[in-house]
């Protein structure tokens, strides 16, 4: 006998499909409710995100903003950078040493044409320069730094360490700061009675019977009053034989600068210090190229006349033009060649140092150019004018 589809087995069959089927529409939307949209866990609100600060750290967070949407019309404002939080988290931190490059060896000259390479023209360098650090001269810098640490032993190194990289094309602040240094060093080895070993360019000096002053000088090439300087002698017509006094091989040389208003002097090829001066107007500048000290040609509180004017001006006057010294030049190449009537002296209007307000002469302040008298002599030492 067949059996009716609706008996009681059918129906128990049915109830539990229905049954099966409620329990996994549960089952799902339990799951859609915990991992949907709707299932952030509220523990997890007090749970830092990935990449941000411990809760007790001093690290500020930054404020959440808003952004617009991107279809209004809306000015966006850069939020300004949280510099406490970035010191915050730099704080603490060791970091490494960079690593410095050293210097390859018989480096090739760069020039101009190089693209990697920013250039301008110094006048103080008389020649194109690179902008940045010449990594030659660091290491002649350095050198010289170590040898100062020595002591006076490594005096005489260091200032020719320093000269070696004056010759070298630098940027202004290295070639400023080699000049400081060497002119630091000047006080020690020059403007001293101290002798240093192994210095060619200072030695010591017995006085025989019948010398003068006037006469050592002239045999180490350098003007007497130098020596009077550095020895403070006090009674240069009374010298004692037999006794030691610290002389100075000559002679010096002086270049000055038309664009820096600026005067360098050398003792031989050695810098040795640097000072201010006022050069020509535009319609009469100082004349550039090579001048000598011309023989006879130094004088102090002496009368001078002028040539356009033809007035003679004392030493006693106020408006004396000459100053404290005068120091005349023959010009030997370039625009300065056979021009006369030039020359370096002091002056009674200082505010005119550094500036272009002479008739071409190069003006110095009045103690200034005492020091520059005492140095250049008459005959030797040249005086280079350049841009």
């Not at 010449?134 to 640490?149: F, Q, S, T």
Request: with cysteine.
């Amino acid at each position: 006998m067949a059996r009716h589809p609706y008996g009681p087995q059918a129906r128990r069959r049915a109830r539990n499909r229905t049954y099966t089927v409620l329990a996994l529409l549960i089952v799902v939307l339990v799951i859609a409710f915990m991992y949907g949209p709707f299932g952030a866990d509220a523990d997890d609100e007090d749970k830092p995100v990935a990449g941000s600060p411990p809760a007790d750290s001093n690290v500020t967070v930054a404020e959440v903003r808003e952004v617009p949407d991107v279809n209004e019309a809306t000015a966006f404002e850069l939020p300004e950078p949280n510099e406490s939080a970035i010191i915050a988290q730099l704080e603490g931190v060791t970091m490494p040493e960079p690593e410095t490059a050293a210097p390859e060896p018989n480096t090739p000259e760069v020039t101009a044409e190089s693209e990697s390479t920013t250039w301008e023209v110094t006048a103080e360098a008389g020649s194109i320069e690179a902008i940045q650090a010449n990594p030659e001269a660091d290491v002649l810098i350095a050198k010289a730094a170590g040898l100062i640490g020595q002591g006076t032993g490594g005096i005489v190194e260091a200032r020719d360490s320093l000269n070696q990289a004056m010759r070298m094309p630098m940027g202004p602040k290295q070639r400023e700061y080699v000049k400081a240094q060497l002119s630091e060093l000047s006080n020690l080895w020059l403007f001293s009675r101290t002798i240093l070993p192994n210095d060619p360019l200072c030695e010591s000096y017995k006085v025989k019977p019948g010398d003068i002053l006037e006469s050592i000088g002239k045999e180490h090439k350098v003007p007497y009053e130098i020596l009077i300087d550095i020895n403070k002698i006090t009674n240069p017509r009374a010298l004692q034989s037999g006794r030691s006094y610290k002389v100075v091989n000559g002679p010096f040389h002086a270049k000055v600068y038309r664009s820096t208003f600026t005067m360098d002097i050398y003792l031989q090829n050695t810098y040795v210090c640097s000072y201010k001066v006022g050069l020509g107007r535009s319609d009469t500048p100082t004349p550039t190229g090579i001048w000598r000290l011309r023989p006879g040609g130094k004088a102090y509180a002496t009368s001078w006349r002028d040539p356009d004017t033809g007035r003679l001006y004392q030493p006693e006057d106020p408006d004396y033009p000459l100053g404290s010294r005068w120091m005349a030049l023959d010009g030997l190449s370039g625009e300065a060649k056979d021009r006369e009537g030039f020359g370096i002296h002091g002056t009674k209007e200082p505010d005119q140092i550094g500036t272009a307000g002479s008739r071409g002469c190069i003006r110095m302040y009045n103690g200034e150019a005492i020091k520059v008298y005492n140095m250049l002599i008459e005959g030797l030492s040249q005086v280079e004018v350049t841009d």
